[in-house]
């Protein structure tokens, strides 16, 4: 599991839109935000890189792994 630093979730709304667009990538099979902790975890074996981009395309910003 890969588990990564997200800045700009600050509702339950980020929270979805986060998580359908890292779920809607090939190769990952969850998805789960922590809102508190503004971290995402990610179960499956989809690329990091992959995951920050549809991250980022959602207009959030990756700051690293958790
Ligand atoms: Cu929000």
């Given at each position: 599991?890969?588990?990564?630093?997200?800045?700009?979730?600050?509702?339950?709304h980020c929270a979805q839109t986060v998580t359908k667009a890292v779920e809607a990538l090939p190769k990952v099979e969850r998805a789960l935000v922590d809102l508190k902790a503004g971290e995402v975890a990610v179960e499956g074996s989809a690329?990091?890189?992959?995951?920050?981009?549809?991250?980022?395309?959602a207009g959030y910003e990756v700051t690293g792994q958790a």
């Open positions: 599991m890969l588990t990564l630093k997200v800045s700009g979730m600050t509702c339950g690329d990091e890189t992959a995951i920050r981009q549809a991250i980022e395309d």
